[in-house]
Structures are given as structure tokens and as C-alpha cells.
């Protein structure tokens, strides 16, 4: 497979260690073309590192990768799930539910994909769109809701069902020729973990470090008040590690993990002079802040963005902007309508 910026989306299956293969099953969409599972050959059959989205192509994509290693579904004995966003739960739920293989997933990710199920697929108003309003983003939450209205009921979330067991902070993982070592890694979800493979140098880093993009902060259906604090925590407590192979969710794998945490932090350091110079030049709400600086590695006008990445925009200012607030360098202030204003 090519390392280069979209070869890597191909599909087929990638030798990335002993026992350890990359396969990258399709996305819908002309963003992220794919995500990676990550299969663990065991004495008892396959362990897989995420799981995909619950696309026909994506099932038929994994099948087929399998079958190169004389595998199949039913080899299947574990999935264990970084983080709770769809592209990586949700075909681990519903195949899991279906042949009984075993779901792990973070138990930090519990409050989400507890309202996840509970709502049955139902887009009923969330927590995440109350911190939109907020935000001043309240066209932004018009906008998404008649494109729902428009498009139908998505029941997708009838895939989903709640973990067999959820994963702590620190704890061992077992697979009878490789140990792993789960570490919480909170920021771009509350409850994202990454896997550490210390005795082969790997890290199986998910959604937390990505060699190409910068993660989206704080997207979940419960967002926290303090994902860019978490993530620049979890970012400097992976760095502690020694400079292992990063093995992640979207992108070709790298050899070394450093130099592009140090590359993310130093991101969001500059993003956060960016937003404070908004908020010093006048702009108040975080919706007003995602208006004035400039996004994706491309530095496009916000305008430009679809509505779902309007949404990830304001939700990350949001996170951006909460940083700044406990560094005491911006103070809020809510008004009567329940917006949230910001002065430096």
C-alpha cells in the first residue's frame, strides 16, 4: 500500500507487525475515505481494533481482508473500540450482537452511548446542540434539523447496542501472544483510549494522533467542558511514552509518534493565539470566533465549510475558547437569551 496522502485508503490488507494487519474499510463522503481496523491474529482466531462503519461495503471490504488471512467473520473473538464515533462502533456493535464476538469500548464513552441507545436512532434535541445555541450558532442547529427533517428518520443507530465490557484507564489486555496496555486518552471523545503494545513498540493510537489532520475536539453527544484541556493532557502523557510505531484510525502508519504529538500541540497553541486575537479584535461568541480565523490545513474561510463542519468548527472554538478561559485570558458571560460572550 502507498504512504502517500490517499493511498493508504485502498483496500487490502498491510502487514504492520507480526500478527498485526491494517485493513482500511470505506467511508461514505469525500472527507475521511477511510477508516483502519486493525486485525490481531491470535491462537484462538482475530482480535480487531475498532470496527468500521455499518456500511454493506464496509462488511463486504472486512470479509474479503479476512479471507487473505484465511480467516472469516466468524473468526471474530474480540473488538476493541477506541471510541464511540460510528466509523469505529458501529459495525464492532452490530457484528459483536450478531456473532457474538466480544465489544470493549472506553468507559468513559458510557454517558454518550448510553443517550445514544436509549434514543433508538431518534435525532431528538442533545446536549450537543444546547452548547451550539449557546455558541451563537443557533442557524447552524436550523440548518442540521431541516436536513434531517428532509432526509428522513436515520435508524442507523439501531445497529448500536451497549459494550460487553468497558475498558479502564491502565488495564491489561490479554490476547495469549500479545499484551496491551489501555490508556485513556480523553479530548477528541471523553472516553477515547489508545492501545500500547510495549513489547512491540506500537501504539494503536485511533483517533488521537492522526499523521495527516489534526482530530476534531470535543464531538460527542455529550460533550465535555474541558476536551482541548483533556486532549493536551493525554497528548504530553503519550509523549511520556518512549517514541513508538503510531498505528492510527486514518492514515498510513509512521515509525515515530513524537514528533507529530509535538506537531499537534504546537497546532493548538497557535490556534489558541488565533482565537484570542478574534476575541481582543471583537468578536464575542464562539460562533463569532469560528467566523474570523481560518480552517483545515488548506486555511479556507469558514463560510466555505458544509454545515457539518461549521458544527465541528464552532464545537472545537467552543474547546478552544474554554482553554483560554482557564488560562484566565478571556472571561465568559452568559445573556439573557443563554448565549455565551467572550472578552479578553
Given at each position: 500500500?502507498?504512504?502517500?496522502?490517499?493511498g493508504?485508503?485502498?483496500?487490502?490488507?498491510?502487514?504492520?507487525a507480526?500478527?498485526?494487519f491494517?485493513i482500511?474499510l470505506?467511508?461514505?463522503?469525500?472527507g475521511?475515505r477511510a477508516?483502519?481496523?486493525?486485525?490481531?491474529t491470535?491462537?484462538?482466531?482475530?482480535t480487531l481494533?475498532?470496527?468500521?462503519?455499518?456500511?454493506?461495503?464496509s462488511?463486504?471490504?472486512?470479509?474479503?481482508?479476512?479471507?487473505q488471512?484465511?480467516l472469516?467473520l466468524?473468526?471474530?473473538?474480540?473488538?476493541l473500540?477506541?471510541?464511540?464515533?460510528?466509523?469505529?462502533?458501529?459495525?464492532?456493535?452490530?457484528?459483536?450482537?450478531?456473532?457474538?464476538?466480544r465489544?470493549?469500548?472506553?468507559?468513559g464513552?458510557?454517558g454518550?452511548?448510553?443517550?445514544?441507545?436509549?434514543?433508538?436512532?431518534?435525532?431528538?434535541d442533545?446536549?450537543?446542540?444546547a452548547?451550539?445555541r449557546?455558541?451563537?450558532?443557533?442557524?447552524?442547529v436550523t440548518?442540521?434539523?431541516?436536513a434531517?427533517?428532509?432526509g428522513?428518520?436515520?435508524r442507523?443507530?439501531?445497529?448500536?447496542?451497549?459494550?460487553?465490557?468497558?475498558?479502564r484507564?491502565?488495564?491489561?489486555?490479554?490476547?495469549?501472544?500479545?499484551?496491551?496496555?489501555v490508556?485513556?486518552?480523553?479530548?477528541?471523545?471523553?472516553g477515547?483510549?489508545?492501545f500500547?503494545?510495549?513489547a512491540a513498540?506500537?501504539v494503536?493510537?485511533?483517533?488521537h494522533?492522526l499523521p495527516?489532520?489534526?482530530?476534531?475536539?470535543g464531538?460527542?453527544?455529550?460533550?465535555?467542558?474541558?476536551a482541548?484541556?483533556?486532549?493536551?493532557?493525554?497528548?504530553?502523557?503519550?509523549r511520556g511514552?518512549?517514541?513508538f510505531?503510531?498505528?492510527?484510525?486514518?492514515?498510513?502508519?509512521?515509525p515515530?509518534?513524537?514528533?507529530?504529538?509535538d506537531?499537534?500541540?504546537?497546532?493548538?497553541?497557535?490556534r489558541?493565539k488565533?482565537?484570542?486575537a478574534?476575541?481582543?479584535?471583537?468578536?464575542?461568541?464562539?460562533?463569532?470566533?469560528a467566523?474570523?480565523?481560518?480552517?483545515t490545513?488548506?486555511e479556507?474561510d469558514?463560510?466555505?465549510?458544509?454545515?457539518?463542519?461549521?458544527?465541528?468548527?464552532?464545537?472545537?472554538t467552543?474547546?478552544?475558547?474554554?482553554?483560554?478561559?482557564r488560562?484566565e485570558?478571556?472571561?465568559?458571560?452568559?445573556?439573557?437569551?443563554?448565549?455565551?460572550?467572550?472578552?479578553?
Open positions: 500500500m502507498s504512504d502517500d496522502r490517499h493508504w485508503s485502498e483496500p487490502g490488507v498491510e502487514q504492520v507480526p500478527n498485526a491494517r482500511p470505506p467511508l461514505p463522503g469525500d475521511l477508516v483502519n481496523v486493525y486485525a490481531l491470535t491462537p484462538g482466531g482475530v481494533i475498532d470496527g468500521g462503519w455499518a456500511l454493506p461495503e462488511q463486504e471490504t472486512l470479509e474479503a481482508a479476512l479471507g488471512l484465511d472469516d466468524g473468526s471474530i473473538e474480540r473488538f473500540v477506541t471510541h464511540a464515533h460510528r466509523d469505529h462502533y458501529e459495525l464492532a456493535s452490530k457484528l459483536g450482537h450478531l456473532l457474538g464476538a465489544v470493549e469500548l472506553g468507559i464513552e458510557r454518550s452511548l448510553e443517550s445514544i441507545v436509549a434514543r433508538a436512532g431518534r435525532h431528538d442533545s446536549p450537543l446542540n452548547r451550539l449557546a455558541a451563537g450558532a443557533i442557524e447552524i440548518e442540521i434539523e431541516a434531517r427533517a428532509a428522513g428518520d436515520d442507523s443507530e439501531l445497529h448500536w447496542h451497549l459494550p460487553d465490557a468497558w475498558l484507564d491502565r488495564q491489561v489486555v490479554e490476547l495469549g501472544n500479545r499484551t496491551l496496555e490508556l485513556a486518552t480523553p479530548g477528541h471523545t471523553r477515547h483510549v489508545v500500547v503494545d510495549h513498540g506500537l494503536f493510537s485511533g483517533d494522533l495527516h489532520i489534526t482530530p476534531s475536539i464531538f460527542e453527544t455529550i460533550p465535555s467542558d474541558s482541548l484541556t483533556d486532549y493536551l493532557a493525554s497528548l504530553a502523557m503519550v511514552l518512549p517514541d510505531a503510531m498505528l492510527p484510525a486514518h492514515g498510513p502508519s509512521r515515530s509518534m513524537h514528533a507529530r504529538i506537531e499537534l500541540i504546537g497546532h493548538h497553541e497557535a489558541l488565533q482565537m484570542l478574534a476575541v481582543e479584535a471583537g468578536a464575542s461568541t464562539a460562533f463569532e470566533v467566523r474570523a480565523v481560518p480552517w490545513r488548506r479556507v469558514f463560510r466555505t465549510l458544509d454545515v457539518f463542519n461549521r458544527m465541528l468548527a464552532v464545537n472545537e467552543v474547546a478552544h475558547l474554554d482553554e483560554l478561559g488560562r485570558l478571556v472571561a465568559a458571560s452568559r445573556d439573557a437569551d443563554g448565549v455565551t460572550h467572550h472578552a479578553a
